[in-house]
C-alpha cells in the first residue's frame, strides 16, 4: 500500500478530496485518510511542519500499512539552476542542521547512523517520468537537505550546496528517509520549487507555494498512474 505525506494542507487536500471509499482515522495525533486513488489503495496524511512532525506521521503510516512512502511539497531551491516552478525528484536526503563535529562527525552526521538515506531507485524513476510529463519544466535528481530551518540567505544557500552538494533545501525530507530506512520502506521526495532560499524567499514561498503544491501533487497523480497497480484490496483494519 502506498502512503502519501504532505507536509501541509495545500500539499494533500487536493489528493484527499479525490479518494474513494475515504476513511479518516486519528491516532496518537495523526489523522490517516485511506482510500483509493487511480487504481490504488492509498493513505495520505497532512504530516505537519518540522523533522518531528514528519517522522512521527511516517512511523504511523508505516505502522497502518504502508509498504512505500512518496513525499510531495515545496522547497527552496540551492542548486544554482534552480528557479521558482522546477521539480526536484530525491536522490537520497540529509539533515544540514546535525551538528556533532566536535565529537569528530562529519557535518550533517548522527553518530552511528548513514550522512543520507537513498531514495528508492524504481520509485525515483517513476516519479522523474511523471516530473518530465508535466512539460516545459526543469526536473532534476539531486540531494534533499532537511533543518528545521525556514532558510532566506544566500549565504546559507552556498554553504548547503558547497558542504552536502544539495539541490533543494526544505524541513522534512530526511526525517520521513530516516524513518523509512529504518523499517526497510522505499520512499521518494518529491519537490517543487517555491523560492531559492535567498532574502526572497519569503515574498516568494508565500506567493508561488499553493501553486508549486498543486504542480508537486499532479507529479503525484501522473506517478500513480504509472505505478503498476496493486491489487486493490479491502481496507485493512484500522487505516
Ligand atoms: N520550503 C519551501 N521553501 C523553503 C525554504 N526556503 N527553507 C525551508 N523550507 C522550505
Same mark, same amino acid.
Given at each position: 500500500?502506498?502512503?502519501?505525506?504532505?507536509?501541509?494542507?495545500?500539499?494533500?487536500?487536493?489528493?484527499? @478530496?479525490?479518494?474513494?471509499?475515504?476513511?479518516?482515522?486519528?491516532?496518537?495525533?495523526?489523522?490517516?485518510?485511506?482510500?483509493?486513488?487511480?487504481?490504488?489503495?492509498?493513505?495520505?496524511?497532512?504530516?505537519?511542519?518540522?523533522?518531528?512532525?514528519?517522522?512521527?506521521?511516517?512511523?504511523?503510516?508505516?505502522?497502518?500499512?504502508?509498504?512505500?512512502?512518496? $513525499?510531495?511539497?515545496?522547497?527552496?531551491? #540551492?542548486?544554482?539552476?534552480?528557479?521558482?516552478?522546477?521539480? =526536484?525528484?530525491?536522490?537520497?536526503?540529509?539533515?544540514?542542521?546535525?551538528?556533532?563535529?566536535?565529537?569528530?562527525?562529519?557535518?550533517?552526521?548522527?553518530?552511528?547512523?548513514?550522512?543520507?538515506?537513498?531514495?528508492?531507485?524504481?520509485?525515483? !524513476?517513476?516519479?522523474?517520468?511523471?516530473?518530465?510529463?508535466?512539460?516545459? &519544466?526543469? =526536473?532534476?535528481?539531486?540531494?534533499?537537505?532537511?533543518?528545521?530551518? $525556514?532558510?532566506?540567505?544566500?549565504?546559507?544557500?552556498?554553504?548547503?550546496?558547497?558542504?552536502?552538494?544539495?539541490?533543494?533545501?526544505?524541513?522534512?525530507?530526511?526525517?520521513?528517509?530516516?524513518?523509512? @530506512? %529504518?523499517?526497510?520502506?522505499? $520512499?521518494?521526495?518529491?519537490?517543487? #520549487?517555491?523560492?531559492?532560499?535567498?532574502?526572497?524567499?519569503?515574498?516568494?514561498?508565500?506567493?508561488?507555494?499553493?501553486?508549486?503544491?498543486?504542480? @508537486?501533487?499532479?507529479? =503525484?497523480?501522473?506517478?500513480?498512474? %504509472? &505505478?503498476?497497480?496493486?491489487?486493490?484490496?479491502? !481496507?485493512?483494519?484500522?487505516?
Amino acid at each position: 500500500m502506498l502512503g502519501i505525506i504532505g507536509a501541509m494542507n495545500e500539499e494533500v487536500e487536493l489528493l484527499i @478530496a479525490e479518494l474513494r471509499e475515504r476513511r479518516s482515522n486519528t491516532q496518537a495525533g495523526v489523522t490517516l485518510h485511506s482510500g483509493v486513488l487511480d487504481g490504488h489503495r492509498v493513505i495520505i496524511t497532512e504530516g505537519g511542519i518540522g523533522k518531528v512532525n514528519a517522522a512521527m506521521t511516517t512511523a504511523a503510516l508505516i505502522a497502518a500499512g504502508a509498504t512505500r512512502i512518496i $513525499f510531495t511539497g515545496v522547497a527552496g531551491g #540551492v542548486h544554482p539552476e534552480l528557479a521558482v516552478g522546477d521539480l =526536484v525528484i530525491s536522490t537520497d536526503c540529509v539533515q544540514h542542521d546535525v551538528d556533532v563535529t566536535v565529537l569528530g562527525y562529519d557535518l550533517g552526521v548522527i553518530p552511528g547512523e548513514a550522512l543520507s538515506w537513498s531514495a528508492d531507485e524504481e520509485l525515483r !524513476a517513476v516519479a522523474l517520468a511523471a516530473a518530465r510529463e508535466q512539460g516545459g &519544466l526543469r =526536473v532534476i535528481e539531486g540531494r534533499v537537505a532537511s533543518g528545521d530551518q $525556514f532558510v532566506a540567505a544566500a549565504e546559507r544557500v552556498a554553504w548547503l550546496w558547497q558542504t552536502f552538494g544539495a539541490a533543494c533545501t526544505e524541513m522534512e525530507g530526511a526525517a520521513v528517509a530516516q524513518v523509512c @530506512a %529504518r523499517h526497510g520502506v522505499p $520512499f521518494v521526495v518529491i519537490r517543487s #520549487v517555491s523560492d531559492t532560499a535567498d532574502t526572497g524567499a519569503k515574498v516568494d514561498y508565500r506567493e508561488f507555494m499553493p501553486q508549486m503544491a498543486r504542480r @508537486a501533487k499532479l507529479v =503525484v497523480r501522473a506517478m500513480l498512474r %504509472r &505505478l503498476e497497480r496493486e491489487q486493490v484490496e479491502p !481496507a485493512p483494519n484500522g487505516a
